[in-house]
């Protein structure tokens, strides 16, 4: 079946390096994905998004880069801070009644 | 503005007995999200309102569970009866336009943690 995965499940990093996590997805039909942080004890926050027509998109200290032709998503968060820790999920959005389809999750551990 | 709202936040039940939990989604959003979330995984989509009517609950578990969300505002879900494999994370979400919005942002609440024993 069709499904959106993480190729690491930890991620750990010192403070200040740079994070990338990686997602896969299979359904080549999607179009728009989106990055969630799910802090321990809370509900999923949005980080960033983008649109299948577009390959980069950056915010404040995060960027989510696109590969269509792999079907790659990852997320850079430049100097990572302790406030990071977090499990990241990617998501895909499928259809038309805006539905979300979760990966399962990368824990991404800040090292001071 | 005021989040999501969810409680209880922390429910411990036996084998089938019967648990509702409750939603207050954000002021003016037309549409409601149920997920359930299991340990260690992403959270699945289990039903999909927008404003008062059901627009997907494909992968809701209808011999169990139930949910309605009758004046288009808040929202219960009802497990029962609960079996083990029910202890999850339930999360609520709300978006402010109908379903179908390109990039409408979800917006989750806290969630209710559940346990079955």
């Known amino acids: 079946g069709e499904s959106v995965g993480l190729h690491l499940p930890t991620l750990s990093v010192q403070e200040g390096d740079n994070s990338i996590i990686n997602c896969a997805y299979s359904?080549?039909?999607?179009?728009?994905f989106i990055w969630y942080k799910q802090e321990s004890g809370k509900g999923p926050q949005f980080i960033i998004d983008i649109r299948s027509n577009m390959d980069k998109r950056q915010g404040q200290r995060v960027t989510v880069l696109l590969n269509k032709t792999v079907k790659h998503l990852s997320l850079q968060i430049a100097a990572t801070q302790p406030g990071d820790s977090a499990v990241y999920f990617c998501a895909e959005k499928r259809g038309a009644t805006n539905k979300l389809i979760f990966g399962t999750g990368t824990l991404l551990a800040v090292q001071p | 503005e005021a989040g999501v709202a969810q409680s209880p936040r922390y429910k411990i039940i036996e084998k089938r007995q019967s648990v509702a939990f409750w939603c207050n989604p954000i002021?003016?959003?037309?549409?409601l999200y149920w997920y359930q979330q299991i340990l260690g995984q992403g959270p699945k989509l289990l039903i999909q309102f927008q404003n008062n009517g059901v627009v997907d609950d494909s992968q809701l578990p209808k011999d169990r569970f139930s949910a309605e969300r009758l004046k288009g505002v808040d929202s219960t879900l009802k497990i029962q009866p609960a079996k083990l494999e029910d202890s999850a994370v339930y999360l609520c979400?709300?978006?402010?336009?109908?379903?179908?919005?390109?990039?409408?942002?979800?917006?989750f609440g806290p969630g209710t943690r559940l346990l079955v024993l």
């Open positions: 979400a709300s978006s402010l336009l109908a379903s179908g919005a390109f990039g409408e942002t979800q917006y």
């Open positions: 359904n080549s039909a999607s179009d728009y």
């Open positions: 002021s003016g959003h037309a549409t």
